[in-house]
């Protein structure tokens, strides 16, 4: 009699008993909802993150991201407010959807997910596509050429801005967009020249502005210059009066007297000649 026999029977009931619970679990990653379709049918509650069981053949469960979702859009040619069309823009758009919204929009944008290369699927990622694409071309006819590649922040908000009124209008509460990246600009060659000559005659004006600054700072220390020189000049004609110049005069003369050393002469007060002075010492 064979005693093992029925030890492998149960060895392999067993096994396969296990690989059939193996193949009816399924997980749901943090981050991502769950939506399960039976018999064509899309339940309205989504399959929260962790492990569900499958029901093999009547039914399937598909992954969606709720998390942030980045979207690439190249190659874009916009005409800017001055009516010049940009040679290429780049734009990086992030946008995620409400988890419990996920199954509502399988159903309503049913062929708009897109899958993503690591088995889940990116909800209402066509969608989203086109209405950033079309409101990067709308806000970016606000903005002028020639200053456009100076204002990517502000112009990324605007797209952003919207995007979310778009998305709002018909799916309010669902989508959120994070955050618009404008990732490139390259203008048209013409344009781009124009751009260096305004920088070029930016720059020229500042340095004009400078120097102009500098011509007046030092017309500034001129009249002050003058202003002083002309206030000490007013100071000493006013001190200088016949009384003054008569002491002056006469303390010369004495000065002369006492050295004991020349001849004066002295000239009578109102004569218009000179005075002779003999430099030699007396005898």
Not at 168 to 183: A, E, M, P, Y
């Amino acid at each position: 009699m064979n005693f093992y026999a029925p030890n492998i029977k149960f060895i392999v009931a067993a096994i396969l008993t296990l690989l059939v619970l193996i193949e009816g679990m399924g997980t749901i990653q943090t981050g991502n909802s769950g939506v399960r379709t039976t018999l064509g049918i899309v339940s309205k509650e989504e399959v929260d993150p962790g492990i569900y069981l499958k029901w093999p053949i009547i039914s399937r469960v598909d992954e969606f991201s709720t998390k942030d979702i980045g979207i690439d859009i190249t190659d874009l040619t916009p005409k800017a407010k001055d009516n010049l069309s940009l040679r290429d823009m780049d734009v990086s758009v992030y946008y995620r959807v409400n988890a419990s919204s996920v199954a509502e929009l399988v159903v309503k944008y049913a062929s708009q997910s897109s899958r993503h290369h690591e088995g889940y699927y990116m909800p209402a990622y066509e969608l989203v596509w086109r209405i950033a694409r079309n409101a990067a071309y709308g806000e970016v006819a606000k903005f002028d050429s020639l200053v456009i590649h100076t204002q990517r922040d502000q112009l990324g908000s605007s797209i952003a801005t919207k995007m979310q009124e778009e998305l709002d209008r018909t799916d309010k509460g669902v989508f959120t967009v994070s955050r618009v990246v404008i990732r490139s600009v390259q203008t048209d060659p013409s344009i781009e020249h124009s751009i260096q000559q305004a920088v070029a005659n930016q720059k020229k004006l500042e340095a004009m502005v400078v120097q102009t600054e500098i011509a007046k700072r030092e017309a500034d220390i001129k009249i002050t210059e003058a202003k002083g020189i002309a206030e000490a000049n007013r100071i000493i004609s006013g001190s200088l009066t016949r009384e003054y110049l008569q002491h002056e005069a006469n303390m010369a003369l004495l000065k002369f007297a006492e050295s004991g050393n020349t001849s004066t002469v002295v000239i009578p007060s109102g004569m218009n000649v000179a005075p002779l002075i003999n430099t030699q010492a007396a005898k």
